[in-house]
């Protein structure tokens, strides 16, 4: 224990920590601040766009009761309905945006039941003749692609990096030698070293992802409304807050294992950019290996509940078709992080047990 | 007593990804019995380093075994709450102040913070002790380095290469240290290139050269065993002096200087033998005295076969 509270307090006590939280703390508060200024909604807008509907409502109730138009006169309402809103530049800020963008006038509930539709079962065809069943894919970009979700994958590689920085920064420095010769036990020293920069990463990020949602709620206070935000958003907020919390820590500990294996900080550092970032470059590839190593896929897809696909090749009727199809869900893909996660300490932690320090 | 620390047949080699073999330590032994300084000299690579990594469980020694305050190295855990060390320079967070690395590091050892501040002043940094690492000068670190080393009151203290770095009167303010914590009961090992320091400092020192231990015994031990059986002529007439020992059968040569002459005692023959050869020549030394060696000449002429500083062409048998 008193390893781990030694090693909360110096990485809370790093310049590189402080800097981080300093520019992230800048760049929340400029988020809330452009949200804030570019939801203006004026009265004059609002009019011309009041005037706009209203203009558009009649055209089209005009053509609609025309006989041959083919709209049956009581949906002629509900068909001719215009929103003001979709006549001005600067609508207002609905607090659902933070998760999911353009989805007005739905419960969030309803939302995320209509993203949520997908097929139970997806069945790769027996022969060439038997046309592919393809399941849909629920795609981040699709549920989850409001600023919330990205910032929250943002933060796990930026903890993937300070944890290679930290502990690449010890080999640098010296410091992890003078730490062994006060704890001679190899294990206890890395098990405390790595649980802190898992508990402070994770802690940083639910920090960080909740004053995300709070730098935003002005904008939906004062210039918008929390629109569809029903409970089901609030537990999905939660939701993203927790498993980011928890993506967090384990890309830390990835980007500290790595930089303890190579006992370099860019060797860290770059490995963990490589897998993030390199992933993408794979994942037109066909084959359903893909979702198993696009580390920012599966960090993406845990985060906002989505799934992780891949390119499937099939021959139908003598053609080749290439579908995006799912490979795993979330939740496998947050055992994949885990797993890598594991490995990752394992397999630095062996060698740090084992090799001389020199 | 168990001694403080003993290393048997300690061999540690190192192996590149080539396969090529180097042999850092070719079985060390000696041991360290008791409260004292004791001083590990060697030229770079000798093997000192790597001797205070093994006593500390940094590196895992090949061969031999090593034991620190009575306990096997593979346990040290069980004992290194009673030992300090600093090895090869301090290491810190610059960009946090000295007593913040120091609260770091206590409260990594679970020691006391109340602590911090007995250290600070043991080493005199108690006024900068809350500016940053960054601004110390490298004395100011090195201080700052042997007081994260005494944070646990250890009673076994273990200090590279201390007074790196270190200005004339740092080194005499870690020399007094050093001094201070062995006299109040504790077992202080060293190791340093500045033998003057060591010389004045330790009572007993190990000498190193390509991994093994070549000597090790009190200082004056050590520089007699060094110097031989020599002594130092001074005479006016240098020339006629030095033809009257060779005729006389005696191994004579002046000094670098030329201020004197070494004359090697061989045999039964004593320095009244020397002074008789001459005088029956009508030559009349001004002084005949023993022919010191400092420890740096002592510790060249047992590490590379030098010949010691004080005299040409002099060899001195080196011990094994």
Sequence with gaps: MTVFRSE?????????????AGVLTLGLFAIGGTTFLSHTNAAPDMAAARRLAAENTAGCMSWASEPDSGIAAADIATTCFSDPLWYVDDPKFHMNQILAVGQDGQSWTEITASIQERGDVYKVQESAEEEPVILPVQQASYGFSGGLVSFATALSLLAAVLGATYVGADWRSGIIESQMVRIPNRRRLIGGKFAAIGAVSAAGSMLFTSLYVAAVTPSAIWRGDFGVADGAFWMDVIGVTFRTAAMAAMMAIIGGGLALLARNTVAGVVGVLVAFIGGSFLINTPGRWTAFITLGENTNAFIARADVAYILEQS???????????????????????????????????????RDVS | ????????????????????????????????????????????GSGKTTTIRSLLGLVKPTAGTVTVLGQDVSNLSTVIGRVGALVEGPKFSPALSGRKNLELFASLADVERSRIDDVLALVEMTDRADDP???????????????SAM?????????????????????????????????????????????HEIQQICDRVIIFR???????????????????????????????????????????????????????????????DVNRVLAHEGLFATSITADELSLEEAFLTMTTNQTPSGAAGVKIKEMQ
Excluded: C
């Design chain 1, 8 to 20: 909360v307090e110096r990485i809370t006590s790093r310049r590189a920590t402080k800097v981080a």
């Design chain 2, 210 to 272: 390509d991994g093994r231990v070549i000597a090790q015994g009190s200082v004056k031990e050590i520089v007699g065993a060094a110097a031989g059986n020599r002594i130092l002529v001074k005479i006016d007439d240098h020339q006629v002096a030095l033809a009257t020992l060779e005729r006389a059968g005696l191994t004579a040569m002046p000094t670098l200087d030329g201020s004197a002459i070494v004359v090697q005692i061989q045999g039964s023959a004593t320095p009244a």
């Design chain 2, 151 to 195: 944070l646990n009151n250890p009673e076994l203290v273990i200090l590279d290469e201390p007074t790196n770095g270190l200005d004339p009167a740092g080194m005499a303010d870690v020399r007094r240290l050093v001094r201070q914590l062995a006299s109040e009961g504790r077992t202080v090992l060293v190791s340093s290139h500045q033998l």
């Design chain 1, 316 to 354: 139908f009727q003598g053609a080749l078709t290439w579908d995006r199809v799912v490979g795993h869900g979330y939740l496998a893909a947050g055992l994949l992080l885990a797993t890598a996660a594991a490995g990752a300490l394992l397999f630095s932690g062996a060698s740090f047990l084992h």
């Design chain 2, 1 to 44: 007593m168990a001694a403080v620390i003993t290393v048997q047949g300690l061999r540690k080699e190192y192996r590149s990804l080539r396969g090529r073999t180097t042999v850092a330590l070719d079985g060390v032994d000696f041991e360290i019995s008791g409260p004292g300084v004791y001083g590990l000299l060697g030229p770079n």
């Design chain 2, 133 to 147: 690492v960054s601004s110390y000068s490298l004395g100011m670190s090195q201080r700052l380095g042997i007081a």
